[in-house]
């Protein structure tokens, strides 16, 4: 074994440097032939720490056998080339016969088609790249001789249907060579031992966790106003305190400032300039709907260090390391401690350095975050990722694209794919399901002969049709975006994306501001908004769907923590000291909760009768209780309710007095039929309808387009919604529309988290409250534009009760 | 409801439908038969079960009111032949005694031979008869003292009350010479009009239609 240390020893002292312990650790359990995940953070060397055992691994061998040696799996293209460029150095300074190439969406066909005739030894690729490498012919030689594959940043993939992906290659890739050795690197989340356990599988193979004991240290520092307003409201806070984020750009270097929407980070990067036009030229903004040479040139000046700020959105969470930044402002909530922590860990690089992230609150009761976060990191408490699982839409998928390259026989697959975490619980039927699926369309679609993809000849299950092979290609991956439309000068440079929403909204000679400058809107012409530059100041702000993250429960929980140190009269967070006129307020004219308290609010308006609802668990929980909450309450007495809700609390909105007292004593609280309830309550089946638009598209139900040439996504909705319909009519037990009710009470109504706050609640005292003023808690809640309803009142009653207000 | 409008007396019935009482007529606006197949014929497999609402509600309506003749106004089918074309046909054939006139709308482009076979009148322009004008899009100006009838819009009202409800229903809309009649059809949006003292409302209810302003 010690062999094995030497390459990498010699290395390592070659640059002057000294291993890590973690470092040694890997190259030890690769040596001795195990899997493994690694807990590493960025910046310390953990590309090393498994590169060298691999690399150890081959020049061992006494005979090396040609072909493909080692997988290396990322989530982000950028982080390929960075890998790339650093394991060509390592081979380059040892002269080493050990040759890397690189296959993403980005490599060339000619690129390809040379790996094809001649493999490197390591190959740097994405998740989406590998199952295109299944769609293959030959794959199956190709893989023959692969003994490593390490899976970077684990963690980002685990949580969503790229994480699937992988375990499906991993298990077809086990199977061709069952020595296969699989290594992961996570950095920490709350349930590593699980992400461990996923991404090895349940083989019966040597495993091991190495976690690398290095904190990375970071101060967390919130902005805080002046004066604490009594009013909270959303959105108003971050903008006044812009002078003060002017002040930590120019003392810094390079500063990178996090916001949580793409039309948040246009605003503010227009705000920047206007308060403070000398940044100019060296302040940028970076955003997922930005083309890529816009990011790319953005990502680069980063680099060199021309940049003085950027104000980005999570599409600068992952990546490569900047190093000139040297300070990060988060603004708003970050949602997550995991997230948050993410985005401080893209300041301070050299090893040892701290990471200072700013938090800048947008309403004063989001102060309390930066407390929060504090006591989040130094503890430790950090979120889980939830792994989806029973993802018919990939597996589908997935035999199709096994169905293009060599073909499949079902038994064999079948025994593959239930060893994986994914799929452990899926029963034959349910297989055979999929199947009949691929070949038939299933029960609904028989009719139609553009859904039978696959043939079987002889048992093998297989696709003979070229033209079904190339769009299935083209559809291979589980990100499914929205609809969006290319946006260009007329001169033809490409500023980015907007959806198509937004711009039906425009007429010609319209100007918004978009990339950070104010364009003309001229006209729209095959999926394409043609611009020119304006010179006005003012315009409309493009804005772009999406789901609002909710607060996570690590961080929720760890609010209601800092809530209850208000009554602590020791030692206090300067959050919690400036806050203290808030709280002060807050218990005047209602009352702070203690953790062991329920609060709830009755106050009577023009606008009707409230109830604000209290439990502190983010914004998805609390959409779900204030409907479920309705239900119930209107089980007693037909009533109609408005809903609004933010991460904090919700509201129930009447136009006659809610009897909540009455609907306490009556099982409000309880967990019994929840489930059941749930059903009953909230549109449960058109957010499914939502999440079927996404399932529906990865099992290739509906087809997005080719390339330049894309559907309208509109019409994808509309598809996808009907056969949402035909299924939901005619099949209810349809797999793929099972899935998407799944996925809505797993990941959309959170229904563990739901049904843990309940049972939480049941044990806390209530305490209601009868207010004479709006008290500082309910306001931010009170003007939420956002709303649901909830109504079993008699439509004819209600047009009488709205028909009399006329008349009034 | 019954209003008389230039001295003829008329039903604003809940069925979204007009009926005028010395003629035995009865006017209803945009159907869009056929929406769901049109869908489909686009490469979506739909069996279209609300459709058969829109058949079911008209059978039910002529049996009711017994027209002596019926006039739609406009967009009738929502697009080109489809097989909902026979459930139409066998509707107006198992109607023997009664006239049908169909006055085209932007959606009807279905060859009027089509409607010849069915003994069906088609008209392309508006209808003028007496004070009254029937048309599918409502004339700009009217032009005259004439009541001009007319579809297309998809008339809709929203209500408000306490507690930040609303509720959105469709109506009849009188706006000085042009009533606009709400849309008959299943499968169809609302377009929101304006209430003022310069309009008249009536809204659809569950049942009956009532006068709002």
């Known amino acids: 074994m010690k062999a094995g240390h030497t390459i990498a020893q010699d290395w390592f002292r070659s640059k002057d440097w000294q291993p890590h312990e973690f470092q040694e650790k890997c190259w030890d359990a690769i040596g001795k032939g195990y899997s493994g995940l690694l807990n590493a953070p960025t910046g310390y060397g953990k590309t090393y720490a498994l590169w060298f055992g691999i690399l150890q691994d081959y020049l061992n061998k006494k005979k090396q056998p040609p072909g493909l040696h080692c997988l290396w799996i990322t989530p982000l293209r950028a982080l390929s080339k960075e890998i790339l460029n650093a394991t060509q150095r390592v081979s380059a300074d040892l002269g080493a016969n050990y040759t890397i190439g690189m296959r993403t969406g980005d490599t060339s066909v000619k690129e390809r088609t040379q790996q094809k005739k001649n493999m490197p030894h390591a190959l740097i690729t994405t998740p989406e790249s590998v199952h295109l490498l299944l769609a293959q012919k030959g794959y199956e030689s190709m893989f023959k001789n692969l003994q490593f594959v390490v899976v970077d940043e684990w963690h980002e993939l685990l949580g969503n249907k790229r994480g699937v992906l992988i375990e499906l290659a991993l298990s077809r890739l086990k199977a061709i060579n069952p020595k296969l050795k699989v290594w992961g690197i996570s950095a920490t989340i709350g349930n590593l031992e699980e992400a461990k356990d996923i991404l090895l599988g349940s083989d019966d193979v040597k495993q091991t966790l190495v976690r690398a004991k290095i904190e990375k240290k970071i101060v967390v520092e919130t902005f805080l106003p002046d004066v604490i307003e009594k009013y909270p409201w959303a959105g108003h806070l971050g903008i006044t305190m812009l002078p003060k984020v002017l002040d930590v750009i120019h003392k810094s270097s390079s500063t990178l400032i996090f916001t949580n929407t793409r039309s948040q980070c246009e605003i503010w990067y227009q705000r920047l300039l206007q308060e403070d036009p000398s940044l100019a030229g060296i302040i940028a903004l970076h955003h997922g709907s930005l083309s890529e040479e816009i990011r790319q040139w953005v990502e680069n000046a980063l680099h060199n260090g021309t940049l003085k700020a950027v104000v980005c959105t999570s599409s600068l969470d992952l990546g490569v390391d900047f190093r000139p930044v040297d300070t990060v402002i988060q603004i708003g909530s970050a949602k997550g401690v995991a997230r948050f922590m993410q985005r401080a860990g893209r300041s301070g690089h050299q090893p040892g350095a701290t990471s200072t992230i700013h938090f800048l609150p947008t309403h004063s009761l989001e102060i309390i975050e930066g407390s929060a976060l504090r006591h989040a990191i130094k503890h430790n408490e950090i979120e889980q990722r939830i792994p989806y699982i029973r993802s018919f839409d990939v597996l589908i998928q997935y035999l199709v694209t096994l169905a293009i390259s060599e073909g499949f026989f079902p038994d064999k697959i079948y025994e593959e794919v239930i060893k994986t975490h994914c799929y452990s619980s899926i029963t034959r039927e349910e297989f055979n399901w999929c199947l009949d699926f691929i070949t038939q369309g299933g029960k609904m679609l028989d009719a139609y002969d553009e859904f039978h993809k696959v043939v079987i000849e002889n048992g093998l299950y297989k696709v003979t049709s070229r033209r079904v092979a190339m769009r299935h290609r083209l559809g291979i991956g589980v990100i499914v975006s929205d609809s969006m439309l290319q946006v260009k000068f007329l001169g033809g440079t490409r500023l980015g994306l907007v959806e198509e929403y937004f711009v039906s909204r425009l007429k010609p000679g319209d100007v918004f501001s978009f990339a950070g400058r104010m364009v003309e809107f001229v006209r729209i012409k095959e999926m394409t908004v043609y611009v020119r530059k304006s010179t006005k100041s003012k315009g409309y702000s493009v804005s772009w769907q999406g789901g609002r993250m909710p607060l996570s429960s690590q961080l929720s929980k760890t609010i209601r923590y800092k809530l209850d140190e208000y009554y602590n009269k020791g030692h206090r967070d300067i959050e919690l000291q400036k806050l203290e006129r808030l709280f002060d307020e807050q218990q005047r004219r209602s009352h702070l909760p203690h953790k062991t308290e329920l609060l709830i609010e009755k106050v009577k308006t023009r606008e009707g009768y409230h109830v604000f609802i209290y439990p502190f668990e983010g914004r998805n929980v609390h959409e779900g209780l204030s409907a479920l909450f309705a239900y119930r309450i209107a089980q007693v007495h037909p009533m109609s309710f408005s809903l609004a809700f933010n991460d904090y609390g919700f509201e129930l909105l009447s136009d006659q007095e809610i009897p909540i007292e009455e609907a306490l004593g009556n099982d409000l609280l309880d967990n019994l039929n929840l489930a059941d309830d749930i059903q009953k309550s909230v549109n449960i089946s058109e957010m499914a309808k939502r999440k079927f638009r996404d399932i529906a598209s990865i099992a290739g139900l509906v087809f997005t387009g080719y390339p330049g040439k894309q559907v309208k996504t509109r019409h994808v909705q509309a598809n996808s919604q009907l056969f949402f319909s035909v299924f939901e009519e005619h099949e209810k037990d349809n797999l793929l529309l099972r899935q998407a009710y799944d996925e809505v009470f797993t990941f959309q109504m959170e229904q563990m988290r739901m049904y843990e706050a309940l049972e939480r609640m049941q044990h806390q005292n209530v305490i209601i409250q009868y207010l004479e003023q709006l008290s500082p808690f309910c306001f931010p809640i009170l003007t939420e534009r956002f709303r649901d309803k909830l109504s079993n009142e008699k439509l004819e009653d209600r047009i009488e009760k709205m028909i009399k207000q006329l008349e009034q | ?213």
């Not at chain 2, 159907?31 to 497999?45: D, E, T």
């Not at chain 2, 599918?136 to 809709?156: F, R, V, Y």
């Not at chain 2, 008249?200 to 009956?208: D, M, W």
């Open chain 2, 1 to 213: 409801m019954q209003v008389t409008l230039a001295g003829h007396l008329f039903s604003f019935l809940p069925e979204r439908a007009l009926y005028k009482h010395d003629e035995s007529l009865l006017v209803i606006a945009d159907v869009h038969l056929g929406k769901a197949s049109h869908f489909r014929k686009h490469g979506i497999s739909i069996p279209a079960t609300s459709q058969a609402e829109d058949y079911t509600k008209l059978r039910k309506l002529l049996d009711k009111t017994k027209p002596e003749k019926v006039y739609f106004l406009g967009d009738l089918f929502h697009s080109s032949l489809n097989s909902d074309w026979h459930a139409f046909a066998a509707l107006v054939e198992s109607y023997p005694g009664l006239c049908f006139t169909l006055i085209k709308g932007n959606h009807d482009i279905i060859d009027y031979k089509f409607f010849d076979k069915l003994c069906i009148d088609v008209s392309d322009k508006a209808l003028t008869e007496g004070p009254f004008i029937y048309s599918h899009e409502p004339l700009q100006p009217t032009g005259n003292d004439k009541l001009n009838i007319a579809g297309h819009i998809h008339p809709g009202i929203l209500l408000r009350g306490m507690g930040k409800q609303s509720l959105r229903l469709p109506c009849f809309h009188l706006s000085g010479n042009t009533l606009l009649l709400p849309a008959f059809g299943t499968l169809t949006g609302l377009y929101m009009m304006d209430m003022d003292q310069h309009n008249k409302v009536y809204a659809v209810l569950p049942g009956e239609v009532k006068k709002l302003n």
